[in-house]
């Protein structure tokens, strides 16, 4: 029988209890599915980090390369400062194995009352794709003279024509591939006059490659005006690494919560496993307490078996979170519930298996 290999890493705060509560969403699939998951889960994190001294170990990507995919929690510790965490563990993946494509599909699942009043479902059915490897995250930057009043600190935005070309691409072929076949690029040329004009030029570059695909250009402080009052005009959406994670929670919070929002680390050439995560954070406010809202940890699973090529499996999976979602009683505190993880975790795990049962009747 066919198994894949799934590193689980939880991290920190409800990433603890989405990541095994998505864990349990696969193997209700595998029992009623042809293939088999193999977890290994790696307990990197704030607890790591205060016993070794490091969120992860030096050679920690070693021991993912040769696993199928990773479904990731959230890094980040209340006792450990952001900049740390995030850059020890998650950002370290997504570098270390050139996660490139960060993708984030939006839209609004039956039974969400999302916030916007004059938007139907049917009018926000989005994904953004997010450049996941360099920009304003590269990470090029120092501060000196540290603590002197003549201190300074500078973080570069580095773009490469490759790290351009290459998620330009990544976008122009997911938006061909989708039924509007429709491309919105968002950069900040007016204001950054460097890396940005390279972005839209190369974007004019790009498109000549895909002919049947219909794109425009957005400033990013006017899309986030255009996504809240013309929701429809949007389909696919490219965007830095910095202006895609902003737009990005910005498109879960008008989609109903963040709590739902899934999302992919890929590398598109598959020389390394990809990496799926909900969107959302540690959330210390509600840590601990079963009150995590799993749904944006079972749609990236959808996004891993989709990436496994298990497209009927993912479609299962899909319809599983959207009965879930339709019923109120299975909603949890951040959408206006009582629900608790455990029974939203339950009910798609029951789904599951009803699913296969109805089948073999
Ligand atoms: P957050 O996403 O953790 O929380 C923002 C708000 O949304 C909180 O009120 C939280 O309770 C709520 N929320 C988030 N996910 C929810 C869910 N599944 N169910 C119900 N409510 C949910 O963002 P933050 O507060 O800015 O960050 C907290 C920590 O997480 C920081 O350390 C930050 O660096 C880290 N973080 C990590 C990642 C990641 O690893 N991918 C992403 C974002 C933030
Ligand atoms: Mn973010």
Known sequence: MKTYSIATIPGDGIGKEVVPAGQQVLEALASTSSFR??????????????????????????????????LFGSAGDPHIPDHITLWGLRLKICQGFDQYANVRPTRILPGIDAPLKRCRPEDLNW??????????????????????????????????????????????????GRPRKQLTVVTKSNAQRHAMVMWDQIAGEVAREYPDVRWDKELVDAMTARMVNKPATLDTIVATNLHADILSDLAAALAGSLGLAPTGNIDPERRYPSMFEPIHGSAFDIMGQGLANPVGTFWSIVMLLEHLGEAEAAQRVM???????????????????????????????????AQAQRKAA
């Open 127 to 176: 994904v953004i794709v997010r450049e996941n490897s360099e920009g304003e995250y590269s990470g090029v930057g120092g501060r000196v003279h540290q603590g002197h009043p003549i201190e300074a600190a500078t973080d570069v935005t580095m773009m490469t024509r490759a790290g351009v070309e290459r998620i330009l691409r990544y976008a122009f072929r997911l938006a061909q």
């Open 37 to 70: 998951f193999e977890f290994e889960n790696f307990g990197w994190g704030g607890d790591w980090f205060r016993a070794h001294g490091e969120m992860m170990p030096a050679d920690g990507l070693q021991a993912l390369k040769g696993k199928d995919a990773i």
């Open 319 to 353: 319809q599983a979170i959207e009965q879930v979602t339709a019923n109120p009683a299975l909603h949890t505190r951040d959408l206006g519930g009582t629900a608790k993880t455990a029974d939203v975790t339950n009910a798609v795990c029951g789904l599951l298996k």
